[in-house]
């Protein structure tokens, strides 16, 4: 990188003021620390060395399938490893024998992945808690299920016939009971306690518990409401709207029982098996049940749906604890003192909090998100580019080249893998290791060109190229390059190192460790899921494969509030029209005046009105008094003198104030009434008696 | 008279009135009760629903006498209940009985005569006689007044005092008919049905008068439990502290209630009691003799909201809900 580019995203960080301390890298060989005060270093903290083959053995001490399984399934590009494995290895001790069944796995789920396709590490799983209560609900929503068709079941082959009508014996009802029978809801125990009464003697309590049974069981069954206004005409008419079949039935037993409380009928034992007969069969019946069970049913049903639909991605699972896997090398980082960490946010939000970056080969890499490793390195990050056909940015100086598809290459691909040698140079960096892995790709430094490049633009020349880090014979499998500012770049030809049966084979797992040791614990892994950030909530769940669990769980909150009949919303009247009437207004006045109490002072304004209107009419504006008005009205109207006058006198204002007896909230409250009365007699006065018309109402 | 044939007769009533007045069934089953329990009916609601046709059938069905006053604003007392005419000839008052004097009266718009003539049938309504000039003439029996009326926002009416209304036994609201009932009615119609001229219908007399009596009489056997009688009376009762009603039914609606109440179980083939007869029966005895608040009244609530609301209060007895 030049320098020119490096000051810029100098300048840049430092404008987001995301200048930290700086630390220093650790001493084994890694990245150089930086020089300028300027950047924001990445925090890299240095942690000791384990040893690594007693971890590689701590690891395949768990129950790694492919180890012990002699017919585990392999397919072509896991078969290569084969002839790289030690013999009788105690790790792994049935990988040989599935070894030598040869290729028996094409297409295994992700297993079956092209030599090109990207993979990534699994989002880590729901923890085991978390997944055995989901199961655990799931179990007891198909109990429910299965008790309730069981309830249902048994409740249809209830028996009709007289054996119903048993009568067991009991002692007598004592009070307790008595107090109790107010709120047994239970129809078992309410049939029970009717034949016990009966056995008792006490017929007319058995014919209340028996009745009592019914409406509970029909109250259950969400035909009827009990509730304490309702009569048994209410619940007769429940079922005749929701089983009109049975409804002359019930009417039978409302009959019988009505007799007994309200007609004075003798509640006999032949009238109580009647009434038992008849409610025992009607307890048989389907009734409307089926809708209540139906929602029940569905209820049930979408919540079985909803746990079973939690995407726990099997598939990728399996290719995870699979040879080509990566479930055993996060384990192996993380006991080495690691934080190996997916990535899932995009790489253009890289920050400081990253020490280092491996870039799987299914990681993609857009133009921002190169940008920010740029700044990110400058920063004294760390990036390991683990193959992949990624066009590598010129700053990184190297490039991967297939070498089978590239016939064109300087370096002829090998027939036969290659040890990996640590050139001599390096001996620093890594340690001398005896590590093998397949593969026919290589690394290809292509610094002198980009360099001579960069230095006709920006007349930049002080950058170290990449140097060689690891051998494949004589192809390069890994360069790195460091940059002054702190940070480097890793470039590998290939992910091979990094799968599960990689472990098992010389000292790869060693090499793999010392490879990302210099970039700090802070490791995160780029893969498929990194920045698939959804634009909006629609993409988001499509691609969360949370649609199918919203649409049921919409699914059963729809239900639940039919099932339950609550309103979605609260209701409210509908909306009135823009436009009133003027007589709305005039009532929208009153019922202000109402609320103030105040229609004595309407009165008294309407009364002075009124008055001057009715001289003005009747012509009597020579200082005629009261009496001359009423007079007239009087026989205009027809009404009585007395009436007429009363009411005029009594819309006139009053000359003194309220009394503390007219002050009561009562008498006030008779009082409005009296008001509101005179104010329409002296209207219809008004409008009868001087204008003439029909007669006037009082 | 046993509840079968109390029944059958009831059936029967209805079906013949049935032939004439189409729908307004609940109007016509209320009115067939407040016959039997000895009570009158006013009728209310917009002209052209049949209310005077209702009467009409039901005068000639039940085989009574009947009389029409139609209420005017110039109608005067003695036009309504008669009065001692000089004769000449004689030299002596001779009373000329007027239109009150039969089994069924129709006061036709009672509410457009002034309220000194509409109380004129107070004593008629209550004691069942007239008394003019200190001498008091009974009514021939059965008598039973129904009076129908605008609704009182129609210009030119004079409300019922509530005395008046609370000799009413219902006041039932006559509502327009349902599209399929309207649409027979015009079918009736093009039938040649003629409101006035009943006697081409052919409508068969279902009682007499003696046997409507002995019926009346037999209302009053049917068996009214003590918890049935609690709950007419804690219906009433409630009344009296509503929030919305400036007064209260008075004991009279009670009575009212109960009557009715046993009325409607002999329609319903029983001889006793139950509560759906009081609950069904409520808002129509109960309405007439509540007054709204003020406030109430403004804001749009209606007695018919009180008492429904008195209703869902009032537990009913012998329920099993806690």
Known sequence: ?698 | MNVSDLKGKLDRIRAEIGRAVIGQEDVVEHTLIAVLARGHVLLEGAPGLGKTLLVRTLGRVLGCESKRIQFTPDLMPSDVTGGNVFNQQRGAFDFLRGPVFTQLLLADEINRAPAKTQSSLLEAMQERSVTIDGTTRPLPEPFFVIATQNPIESQGTYPLPEAQLDRFLFKLDVRHPTTANEKAILASHLAGFDASALDRMGLQRVTTPEELVAMQTAIRGVRVDDSVLEYIADIVGRTRSHRSLYFGASPRASIALLAGAQAHAIAAGRNYVIPDDVKALAPAAIRHRVGLQPDAEIEGVSADDCVAEILREVRVPETIAA
């Open chain 1, 1 to 698: 990188m030049t320098r020119a580019v490096f000051a810029l995203v100098l300048a840049l960080a430092a404008a987001r003021g995301t200048a930290v301390a700086a630390t220093a890298t650790d001493g084994a060989g890694g990245a150089p620390a930086s020089a300028s005060p300027t950047p924001t270093p990445v925090q890299t903290d240095s942690f000791p060395r384990k040893n690594v083959p007693a971890l590689v053995k701590e690891v395949f001490a768990r129950d790694v399938s492919f180890c012990h399984d002699p017919k585990y399934p392999l397919t072509p590009d896991e078969v290569k490893w084969c002839a790289l494995l030690p013999k009788n290895d105690a790790r792994c001790p049935e990988l040989a024998r599935a070894c030598s069944r040869g290729a028996t796995a094409e297409l295994v789920g992700q297993r079956a992945r092209r030599a090109d396709q990207g993979t990534s590490l699994s989002v880590p799983m729901a923890p085991l808690p978390i997944r055995a209560l989901l199961w655990i609900m799931l179990a007891l929503v198909v109990a429910f299920v299965v008790y309730a068709i069981g309830k249902q079941a048994l409740a249809q082959r209830a028996p009709d016939n007289e054996e119903a009508i048993e009568i067991a014996t009991a002692a007598p009802e004592d009070p307790a009971a008595a107090i109790a029978r107010q709120i047994e809801t239970d129809v078992q125990r309410l049939l029970e306690r009717a034949r016990a009464a009966a056995a008792a003697g006490n017929y007319v309590a058995a014919v209340d518990d028996a009745y009592a049974a019914l409406l509970r069981k029909l109250e259950g069954a969400g035909v009827i409401t009990v509730e304490s206004h309702r009569t048994n005409g209410d619940h007769v008419r429940d079922v005749g709207r929701q089983a009109p079949a049975l409804r002359p039935r019930m009417q039978a037993v409302v009959h019988n029982v009505e007799e007994v409380q309200f007609g004075g009928g003798a509640a006999t034992e032949s009238r109580f098996r009647s009434v038992l007969f008849d409610v025992t069969g009607l307890l048989g019946e389907k009734l409307a049940a089926w809708l209540p069970f139906a929602v029940k049913l569905a209820l049930g049903l979408g919540l079985a749906g909803l746990v079973a639909s939690c995407h726990f991605d099997r598939d990728r699972e399996r290719w995870e604890r699979s040879t080509s896997g990566r479930n055993l090398v996060v384990d192996l980082l993380q006991r080495y003192g690691f934080t190996p960490r997916e990535r899932l946010a995009p790489l253009s939000k890289l920050d400081q909090t990253v020490s280092s970056l491996l870039l799987l080969p299914g990681a993609s890499v857009d133009e921002d998100g190169w940008q920010s490793i740029a700044t990110w390195v400058a920063e004294g990050g760390t990036l390991f580019v683990a193959g992949g056909n990624h066009t590598l940015p010129t700053w990184i100086g190297a490039t991967v080249v297939n070498d089978a598809a590239a016939a064109a290459t300087s370096v002829s691909p090998s027939t036969s893998p290659s040890p990996l040698t640590v050139p001599s140079d390096q001996a620093n960096r890594l340690p001398k290791v005896s590590a093998i892995v397949p593969g026919d790709r290589h690394v290809q430094i292509t610094h002198a060109a980009s360099n001579a490049q960069q230095v006709n633009e920006a007349g930049d020349e002080g950058d170290e190229p990449p140097v060689p880090l690891l051998f494949r014979g004589k192809a390069l499998y890994a360069v790195e390059r460091s940059y002054e500012d702190g940070g480097s770049a890793v470039v590998l030809a290939d992910d091979h190192l990094l799968s599960n049966v990689s472990l098992l084979v010389g000292d790869n797992a060693l090499l793999l460790v010392e490879l990302l040791r210099p970039g700090g614990q802070k490791l995160e892994i780029a893969g498929e899921l990194t920045g698939l950030v959804a634009k909006n909530p629609i993409t988001s769940v499509q691609r969360s494969r949370l649609a199918p669990a919203l649409l049921q769980l919409s699914l059963l909150i729809l239900l639940f509030f039919v099932f339950k009949g609550a309103h979605f919303g609260r209701p409210v009247d509908p909306t009135a029209g823009t436009r009133r009437a003027f007589a709305e207004h005039a009532r929208a006045i009153g019922l202000q005046y109402g609320r103030k109490r105040a229609g004595r002072h309407a009165l008294e304004i309407y009364g002075s009105y009124a008055l001057e209107r009715m001289r003005e009419r009747l012509n009597l504006s020579g200082g005629k008094g009261l009496l001359a008005v009423a007079e007239e009205v009087a026989t205009r109207t027809g009404r009585p003198l007395g009436d007429v006058m009363r009411v005029l006198v009594e819309s006139r204002p009053s000359n003194h104030p309220p009394s503390d007896l007219e002050r009561d909230a009562a008498i006030q409250e008779a009082n409005a009434a009296k008001d509101l009365a005179t104010l329409r007699d002296l209207a219809t006065l008004l409008q009868h008696g001087t204008l003439g018309g029909s007669q006037p109402p009082r």
